[in-house]
């Protein structure tokens, strides 16, 4: 496994297994989501070196000396390194309505074969999946592979954030967002190749009263569409498809609104009535056929999507501007970017979305940025396929 690592963040741990090197990277600054054209951050080549042989029984190995920290506090490159390890697989094998179980089936011996010892364990709740991390976390496995939907990418990488071990993703679910906005491709079998023989790579996540969230989190609108389809799928025995079509035309026809304040640093407080608040880990875009997809996933900032005030015609033209890529012209739809953000509401407790999972969590609502805090596994080619111009006035760090 090559591995091209970004500094870890404040709350990660160094490796004792590298020396430190730093490098340069730029992040942007302004609250304007719409001045800049994001890019990806590259994924870094390594070098080769030969593993310590390893110590006898009873004894510890000598750690390298910790290198000197770098002169600027965050955002510098880890240095690069490259260990053999085991790799422990978790997989939802209902992910995407069971649509991958032959290929789970027909692909066993390469799993087997990539996971070189660690454990496979197929899991069917949260529970489970939790209990198969920890496992592999006690198992000194230093790279998790998380099968699954979005949730369960996201449900694992919980358990990786500021940690010195590695994520794989293999897209099973539906949607496979995270998967997508980190270039991967979707076929499991091409998956399954960029974990035996991808690179690493740090990327930002976001957080909400410390629950960690890859893609976005929502207030209002959705969570209630979410919550209703699955009453309408354990009740009705309906699909995930038809029964979110009637719960979203429930929701409409409610159409809830949430009267919240939003606090961030170095603003006043700002009051708004709305039917959704949209949290993003990073810039998405809002405008053309590729909305809801994001360029980059190491820029250190959220962003927030509202619509103030706004009817149920109302959100149809909003819809429309977007598609013809004319939403920033909407008087009735605010976007700003921030590392952090504090919701109030009336309400002391709130159905909030996570990566397509809703809860309740107590308010107020504690967002924030967690800079480079996952490491992935990515192509080699990260940053370089699909990457964008950065601001030339962006500043390194």
């Known amino acids: 496994m090559r591995s091209a690592a970004a500094a870890p ?50 004894t510890e190995r000598d750690a390298l000396p910790a290198a000197e920290p770098p002169a600027t506090p965050a955002r510098a490159p880890d240095a690069p390194r490259r260990d053999p390890e085991r790799r422990a697989f978790v997989i939802n094998a209902n992910a995407g309505g069971g649509a991958h179980r032959g290929w789970l089936s027909s692909a ?62 293999l897209p099973l679910g539906t949607l496979n967002h995270f998967a997508k906005d980190l270039g991967l491709p979707l076929d499991p079998d091409a998956a399954l190749t960029v974990v035996e023989a991808g690179c690493a790579t740090r990327v930002d996540v976001g957080e909400v009263n410390g629950r960690v969230f890859l893609n976005n989190s929502s207030l209002g609108l959705y969570p209630a569409i979410v919550r209703h389809r699955e009453r309408q799928q354990e009740r009705l025995g309906w699909g995930k498809w038809p029964a979110f079509a009637w719960a979203t035309l429930a929701a409409l026809r409610r159409y809830p609104f949430l009267d919240v304040r939003l606090r961030t640093d170095g603003a006043p407080p700002e009051a708004l009535r709305t039917p959704f608040v949209f949290i993003g880990n990073n810039a998405y875009r809002m405008e053309g056929m590729q909305i809801g997809t994001r360029d980059g996933l190491a820029d250190g900032l959220l962003s927030l999507y509202m619509a103030q005030r706004t009817g149920r015609w109302g959100l149809i033209r909003l819809a429309l501007h977007a598609l013809f890529r004319r939403l920033e012209q909407a008087d009735d739809f605010r976007m700003l970017s921030t590392p952090e953000v504090t919701i109030e509401t009336r309400h002391r407790r709130v159905p909030v979305a996570t990566d397509g999972e809703v809860t309740l969590l107590e308010a107020p609502l504690r967002y924030r940025i967690r800079p480079l805090a996952l490491q992935v596994l990515v192509a080699d080619d990260y940053g370089r396929s699909r990457a964008g111009t950065r601001d030339s006035s962006a500043g390194g760090v």
């Open 9 to 58: 963040p404040k709350e990660g741990r160094r490796s004792a297994d590298c020396r430190q090197r730093p490098s340069r990277s730029t992040r942007f600054t302004g609250p304007a989501l719409g001045d800049r054209v994001r890019a990806r951050r590259p994924c870094r080549t390594l070098r080769d070196h030969t593993p310590a042989a390893p110590s006898a029984p009873g």
């Open 108 to 169: 066993g011996e390469a799993i087997a074969r990539v996971a070189g010892g660690g454990a496979v364990t197929l899991v069917a709740d949260g529970d489970a999946l939790d209990a198969a991390v920890d496992a592999a976390l006690a198992n000194g496995c230093r790279c998790i592979v998380a099968g699954g939907g979005d949730g369960t990418i996201s449900g694992v990488a919980a358990k990786l954030v500021g940690r010195d071990v590695v994520l794989g993703v």
